[in-house]
């Protein structure tokens, strides 16, 4: 009976809308504007002349200006790099002399006294502990640097500049304008990046933009880039300009990310994603001089603290995996060295080597942890006495003593630049991916955005590595 | 760090400070739901840290919130659970945050919807608002961002306006903890019953299309004859809603 009503009422809303004609969302549009602007009539009296908005006007003249609009956004990016690799330095060295320096010894110490088995202290005082020190020292100086900054920059309202910015951009490559905020996230981590693609409406543009967010530069990557620039890029030219030209490596790499999301949106809109750009408004909202303490306070809780817990989290169970796999003998050789022999021949062609690719398998979980899985493996099989033994991690006191192990391990130029290549096009971390999947509910659109930029990787490192033979 | 009340009403009479406990994320057992709904970039995120005393991180751009938010807080020994709904510009496309914020203001049935507009920008804001007070009659207006709105020298009647919309409106300038315990009064209110609102409902609606409305909602009425939003439901079916009509079939709405 009761669903028999139903079904009158909705036949009857049918009929209805027949008659009205089907200008009846526009009529509602406008009866509500019209009840708003009568309500504003009534209750709001501004003085035009006065209005801040000017203020605001005149600064996004300027920001969003096709002259200017781009190199400000460089300067910007620059300075705040260019102040977390300055900044960082110092309590990141103070944090590895008492973690690795000196606590770490006196768990040795303790452990012996204690007569724990060589194995089980190994396990976890040369493999957990050690990770998850390295992770420390070396990431929340950076972070505790970036996150505040970027977050500074975000509350006074300079994102949706940057969108505005970068709209044409997207546009063209058939994608959605909003992606320009998804991307100034992933900036600081992939998988925030990816849910934050929940503000593009259209499903099509979303996948677009879930698929290639990849391509920004994330938080634990930004150290590799900056280390190894530092050691490799900035040490081909003097000294004085050497900072200069390290800082400009990593921007340069980060805009090549840009490029690529820009060319495989593209490429995906006219392939596998067809379909029309949806249009939105983007508003921007006035600038506001952020509260300064409280934003720092919260960046430091909320980002901080929250992507450094995950990175530790990852870096214990990764830890006891390099010391395990370095220290399990098959035959007369470990694991590890197994496994990099075996790549090795792949690695060349790429303009790598066994150990690079071994450690990014090692470093699934996190991309932290990378540049310490290097050094350790390259320790273990060139057989350079600076570490402190089979599977374990270490801090090395001075970026030349890194180097120094790098070199010694046959790197040149070429493994530095493609090595920088590699650390851009890769899988994602193993959270991204579970992100991904959860937000895409979709294996295969998982498998894609996890293999392609892979792919991407091997194609662009071997391209260049072949170039590079070629010529030099 | 963290700016005092610094409001004359924390003093007020009408204002039990001590009664007020900010409850952060331990939201079980409340007695009343709050939705927090309002434009994008309106600073909803940081009303809703304001109300919990958590601090969710809120940012200058629109589109910031894109998960539901859930904090609590408690006053004069009544627990509300607050739900931060993500910004939008209207409730009537189909995107999912607009889909997220109809559907917890309709299904989700709140005992109060605080409604936060920018001061700045009334006339744009009160297309949500207009919207809002079609589907729930217990809303309160929380006029924010009035620190700028001073500043740009807008004046805003707040009793006309009141009046108008026929909801209690609160100025406030969360950022400073301005308006914030007059608004939590509020709320507490309008959830126990002692204000009772009449909101505006929208009313240049061309002739032919009111009577279609006005034919469809007796009918709904006649079918749900204790819900508050028929008129709105009407909107929703003349537009051809099939969520709205496939919620009708099963139910939801009783």
């Known amino acids: ?86 900044g960082a330095n110092y309590p990141s060295s103070l944090l590895a002399n008492l973690l690795l320096d000196t606590i770490h010894p006196a768990l040795k110490s303790g452990a012996a006294s204690l007569g724990m088995p060589w194995w089980l202290d190994g396990f976890l005082i040369d493999g957990v502990y050690l990770a998850v020190a390295w992770v420390i020292a070396v990431m929340l100086p950076p972070m505790a640097i ?103 490596a990593v921007i340069g790499v980060a805009v090549l990310g840009m490029a690529f999301m820009f060319g495989v949106s593209w490429g995906l809109s006219k392939t596998v994603l067809k379909g029309e750009v949806s249009t939105f408004n983007l508003e921007l909202p006035p600038y506001r001089p952020p509260r300064f303490w409280k934003t720092i306070y919260t960046s430091l809780i909320d980002r901080t603290l929250i992507v450094l817990w995950r990175a530790i989290v990852f870096a214990a169970p990764a830890g006891a995996v390099i010391w395990l796999i370095s220290n399990i003998h098959i035959g007369n050789e470990s694991i590890a060295a197994w496994a990099i022999n075996g790549m090795d021949g792949f690695g060349f062609l790429l303009g790598l080597n066994g150990v690079i690719l071994l450690a990014y398998i090692v470093a699934i979980p996190a991309n932290e942890i990378v540049i310490p899985t290097i050094l350790m493996l390259t320790v273990l099989v060139t057989g350079v006495g600076v570490g402190e033994g089979a599977g374990v991690m270490f801090e090395l006191d001075s970026i030349n003593a890194t180097a120094d192990v790098l070199k010694a391990g046959g790197w040149t130029l070429l493994t530095a630049i493609n090595l920088m290549l590699f650390s851009l096009l890769h899988n994602p971390c193993s959270t991204t991916i579970y992100t991904i999947y959860k937000e895409t509910n979709s294996v295969k659109w998982t498998v894609v955005a996890s293999v392609m930029p892979v792919i991407l990787g091997f194609i662009v490192t071997f391209l260049v590595a072949q170039l590079w033979r070629l010529i030099f | ?96 945050d607009e889909q997220a914020a109809r559907d917890f203001i309709l299904f989700g049935k709140p005992d109060v919807t605080v409604i936060v507009v920018d001061a700045n920008r009334l006339e744009r804001n009160l297309n949500l608002v207009l919207q809002i007070l079609e589907i729930t009659d217990k809303a309160v207006l929380c006029l924010n961002l009035m620190d700028e709105a001073e500043r740009n020298a807008i004046e805003i009647d707040v009793r006309t306006l009141s009046r108008d919309l026929g909801i209690p409106v609160v100025p406030a300038s969360a950022r400073f903890n301005r308006g914030i315990p007059e608004l939590i009064q509020t709320i507490s209110e309008i959830a126990s019953g002692k204000i009772i609102c009449k909101p505006h ?54």
Not at chain 1, 17 to 37: K, M, P, V
Not at chain 2, 37 to 52: E, H, I, M, Q, R
Request: a positive charge; aromatic letters at 10%; proline letters at 3%.
């Open chain 1, 1 to 86: 009976m009761k669903q028999n009503n139903i079904d009158n009422i909705i036949e009857l809303s049918n009929e209805l809308r027949w008659q009205i004609g089907d200008e009846f969302h526009d009529n509602l549009t406008e009866s509500i504007y019209a009840d708003a602007a009568d309500i504003v009539k009534d209750s709001v009296r501004s003085n035009d002349s006065k209005r801040r908005f000017r203020l605001d006007a005149k600064i996004d003249k300027i920001v969003t200006s096709k002259r200017f609009g781009f190199p400000i956004m460089f300067l910007i990016l620059g300075t705040v790099l260019w102040l977390t690799i300055q």
């Open chain 2, 201 to 254: 409902r929208i009313k240049s609606v061309p002739e032919n299309i009111e009577k279609a409305v006005k034919t469809l909602t007796v009918e709904i009425e006649k079918e749900f004859p204790n819900i508050s939003n028929s008129r709105w439901i009407a909107f929703r079916l003349l537009e051809g809603d099939k969520q709205i009509i496939e919620a009708l079939k099963t139910g939801e709405f009783v």
């Open chain 2, 1 to 96: 760090m963290e700016t005092k009340i610094n409001s004359g009403c924390e003093t007020c009479e009408h204002f039990n400070k001590d009664g007020l406990k900010k409850l952060g994320v331990r939201t079980d057992n409340f007695d009343f739901v709050v939705a927090l709904a309002g434009n994008p970039n309106t600073g909803k995120s940081t009303v809703f840290n304001a109300l919990t005393g958590l601090r969710q991180h809120t940012g200058n751009w629109p589109g910031k919130t894109v998960t539901r938010a859930e904090g609590g807080f408690e006053y004069n020994t009544k627990k509300y659970k607050l739900v931060d709904l993500p910004g939008t510009y209207s409730l009537m496309s189909t995107s999912e």
């Open chain 1, 146 to 248: 970036f996150f505040p900054m970027f977050t500074l920059l975000e509350d006074f309202g300079y994102l949706p500049r940057v969108a505005f910015n970068l709209d044409a951009l997207f546009n063209k490559s058939g994608a959605h304008g909003k992606q320009a905020l998804t991307m100034s996230m992933g900036f600081g981590c992939n998988a925030a990046g990816v849910v934050a693609a929940r503000i593009i409406d259209s499903p099509r543009e979303r996948l677009i933009a879930i698929l290639t967010n990849n391509f920004s530069l994330c938080n634990g990557r930004w150290p590799t880039q900056i280390l190894i620039a530092t050691i490799f890029i900035g040490a081909v030219v003097p000294k004085s300009s050497s900072s200069l030209v390290s800082l400009l």
